[in-house]
């Protein structure tokens, strides 16, 4: 008990630290003190070299990447040729062989990742059914075998499904059964609101390619809930005079889950180009974040956690402040219709244009990948017998 009420009398004491005890902090430490931040690297060469990553992918582009360069090619060798010749797949039939070949490249990639990475390794599923429900749980089941068998238990892997109505479905059987889901491709409100009220792990909507699509299409109404786009944006606490959709979509999707859902679902906001822009989502769950990016915020200091005797930090400019927590979220307000149940009817009415289009596009350029994947995964793991 002496220790306890020790504690206690020394935080309720305001201590003088001098100004050699304390020094600042970049905005990237900063900003990894609120918010989970992922370093955007595809290749393993990219991967090695961040300290401690707290997570990573492995997909069939990353395959690719990796496949096409000599480097990755000699490191990861024996994982690609291993997953030629697995021997379950020769159970499979016609064009299901290769595919689950690649499966099991994806799972022997992804498991080397996680002897560096401390999180977990979010891994794709064929995007070709991403429309097809029980395919998907079927798949979703069967690289998650494949993980068990290398030691990797489920509680490391993520499953990564375009956020299609059907893997929403998908999602939810498979983490009723403990298999935690990653659902990409989230350009509207009611994809991250359908994954929150379906129990799915992490929603990703992509910042910039919503804001690329609005700058294409100019005019269409940005936030139709609001009837001020500038004040929307003030109101948000952006401090920009042109309103990027991308990010209210962040800010949303992290109110409502926060406030309705008790956080259960997390977001991880991608398509980030600027340090503005991650910092403007301070405090999200995850932000992914690429190399010019990092660079910018690890190069830029802040008064954080600097003391110059006079005065305290947070008396002064240059701190690094969350924009999105659980607390402020309950502030945020919805309309009657943003909280009813999604079905896939009202699913379906509210992707919008944006939503309907660059869901498709996504969908139809990974489904593009995983075509070009299987003859040259193949090629070049039948020349290396």
Partial sequence: MA??????????????????SATSSTELQRLQ????????????????????????TTSRSVLAGIMSTPASMRRYQFAIQQARFYDKC???????????????????????????????????VDPRIAHDKD?????????????????????????????????????????????????????????GAAAAQNGIGVVQPNVGRLHDWYNRHPGVIRDPNEPSERWAMARAGYGSEQVNPGILLVEKLYNYIQKHHGGHTKVMASGLRTKAEALSLAGCDFLVVGPKVLTALNSATTLDGYNTGLS???????????????????AAEF??????????????????????????EGVSRLVEDANKLEPFFLNLAGGQE
């Fill in 3 to 20: 220790r306890i009420r020790l504690a206690r009398t020394h935080a309720e004491t305001k201590q003088y630290v001098s100004p050699s």
């Fill in 33 to 56: 003190t609120l918010s989970t931040v992922v370093p955007d690297v595809l290749l393993s060469q990219s991967l090695q070299k961040v300290e401690a990553p707290n997570a990573a």
């Fill in 90 to 124: 020769q159970l499979e039939g016609g064009n299901d062989v290769v595919s689950c070949q690649v499966d099991k490249a994806l799972v022997n990639v992804g498991s080397m990742f996680l002897e560096t990475v401390t999180g977990r390794v979010s891994t794709e």
């Fill in 135 to 191: 395919k998907l749980v079927a798949r979703g089941r069967q690289l998650v075998a494949m993980y068990h068998e290398v030691g990797v238990e489920r509680e490391r892997v993520l499953l990564r499904m375009p956020a299609t109505w059907a893997a929403i479905q998908a999602g939810k059987q498979l983490e009723a059964e403990g298999i935690a889901c990653h659902l990409v491709l989230v350009y509207s409100f009611v994809q």
């Fill in 312 to 330: 305290a930090a947070e008396d002064m400019p240059g701190s690094v402040d969350a924009r999105l927590s659980p607390q402020l979220a309950q």
């Fill in 335 to 360: 309309l009657p219709e943003e909280l009813a149940t999604v079905d896939e009817a009202r699913f379906n009415e509210g992707l919008g244009m944006a939503g309907k289009e660059l869901l498709a």
